[in-house]
C-alpha cells in the first residue's frame, strides 16, 4: 500500500506575500502571492515525496479552498486521498516583512467538522488493506473534534501494527501522548506547555523527554529547539544536534520538514542516529527557501553530511 500515511485533518491553503514594513493601519502593499498546500501532514507527505518516499497523505479539506489544495497537491504530485467535508477548508497567511526578515503569520481557526466527517478520517484508517509502517499525525485539530481524536488514531494505528508519528500541540498533544506513539516531536515551547515546566537548561530538558519515555507515552522523543537544533532521547540514548548555520531565510515549515526527513530516513530502515541526521539538514533546509515553501532534497542530501551528533 504505502510506507508512510500521513493525517491532516485541518490542512490550509497558505498564501505567502512580503512587504517592506507591517504597520497598522496603512494599505500595505504587497508581492503577488505564492499559494501552497499546506497543514501539518500535508507539508510533511510533500517533503517525503521530494525526497522519494512512498507516501499518501490522507485529508479532510472542503470549498474552494480545498479543491484549490487538492489541485496543489495534484501538481506537486503528491499522492492524497481528500476526505470531502461540508466546510470551506481555511486559508492561512504569511508576511514576510522585508526590512526585517521577520515573518508574520496569520493562522485561522478551519472549519468545524462534523461527527461524521472526522470520524470518517479513522475509518479509512481501519478499512485499509495493509497497515503502512509508519502513520504521520501532524498538526492542531479543527472545532468540534474531540480532544482525544489523535489518541483514538494512535490506539487503531497501533491495532494494526503502525509506528505513530506526531506533531501536535497542546491538550491533543496530551491526549495521544496517554494513549502512547511511536515518536513525538514537540518543539521547545510545545514540551513546555506540556510539562508545565520553563525547561531551561539542556538537562531539564532531557529530563522532560526522558519522563515522557519511561512513562510509556513514546519510545522516541525528537525535541526541536529552534535555532538551538535538537535533541533526540530514546529510553537508552541520548543526542543532540547543533543546528546547521545555514541563511534564514524564513523559518516557516520547518518543523514540519524536519519530520520529513527523519521519519524518510526511519522508513529505509536507518538507524535512529542516521534519522536524526536527516531531519536535522531537512530543517535547515526548509530555512533557505522563503514563506511556506519547503526542503529540497538536493539540500537535505548536501546538509546531513553537515549534521554535527553528540552524546547530550
Ligand atoms: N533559526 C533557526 N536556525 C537554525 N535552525 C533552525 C532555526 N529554526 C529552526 N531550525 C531547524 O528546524 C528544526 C525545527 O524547528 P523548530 O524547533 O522551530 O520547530 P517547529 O516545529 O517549526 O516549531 P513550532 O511548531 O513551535 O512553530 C530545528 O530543530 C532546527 O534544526
Ligand atoms: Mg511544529
Not at 504569511?94 to 478520517?121: I, K, M, Y
Not at 530502515?269 to 538536493?298: D, I, N, S, V, W
Request: with cysteine; glycine share 10%.
Amino acid at each position: 500500500m504505502t510506507d508512510i500515511l500521513t493525517v491532516t485533518m485541518n490542512p490550509a491553503l497558505d498564501v505567502s506575500t512580503s512587504t517592506d514594513k507591517v504597520m497598522d493601519t496603512h494599505k500595505l502593499r504587497c508581492t503577488a502571492p505564492i499559494f501552497h498546500p499546506g497543514g501539518g501532514g500535508i507539508n510533511v507527505a510533500r517533503v517525503l515525496h521530494r525526497l522519494g518516499g512512498d507516501c499518501l497523505a490522507l485529508y479532510l479539506a472542503g470549498g474552494m479552498n480545498g479543491q484549490r489544495l487538492r489541485q496543489l497537491l495534484d501538481q506537486e504530485q503528491v499522492r492524497g486521498h481528500c476526505i470531502a467535508i461540508a466546510g470551506e477548508t481555511r486559508e492561512s497567511f504569511s508576511a514576510h516583512e522585508t526590512s526585517s526578515g521577520r515573518d508574520f503569520r496569520f493562522v485561522l481557526p478551519g472549519p468545524a467538522l462534523t461527527p461524521g466527517e472526522w470520524q470518517a478520517g479513522l475509518d479509512y484508517i481501519s478499512a485499509l488493506g495493509a497497515s503502512p509502517p509508519y502513520l504521520v499525525a501532524s498538526g492542531g485539530l479543527p472545532p468540534d473534534v474531540p480532544e482525544d481524536f489523535y489518541a483514538r488514531l494512535a490506539r487503531l494505528a497501533k491495532a494494526r501494527g503502525s509506528r505513530v508519528v506526531l506533531d501536535t500541540s497542546g491538550p491533543a498533544l496530551a491526549a495521544a501522548l496517554a494513549e502512547g506513539v511511536y515518536l513525538v516531536k514537540p518543539s521547545l515551547r510545545e514540551l513546555r506547555e506540556l510539562t508545565g515546566h520553563p525547561l531551561q537548561t539542556g538537562p531539564d530538558q532531557h529530563a522532560a523527554a526522558l519522563q515522557i519515555i519511561r512513562s510509556g507515552q513514546a519510545q522516541v522523543v525528537a525535541l526541536s529547539l529552534g535555532e538551538d537544533g535538537a535533541l533526540l532521547v530514546t529510553a537508552n540514548r541520548a543526542l543532540r544536534a547543533r543546528s546547521l548555520p545555514v541563511p534564514v531565510a524564513s523559518s516557516i515549515g520547518a518543523g514540519d520538514s524536519f519530520v520529513g526527513g527523519l521519519v524518510w530516513a526511519l522508513s529505509r530502515h536507518e538507524t535512529l542516529e542516521q534519522a536524526f541526521r536527516y531531519g536535522m539538514a531537512a530543517g535547515a533546509a526548509a530555512l533557505l527557501a522563503p514563506g511556506t515553501a519547503l526542503c529540497q532534497a538536493a539540500d537535505v542530501e548536501r546538509l546531513h553530511r553537515e549534521v554535527l551528533i553528540t552524546p547530550a
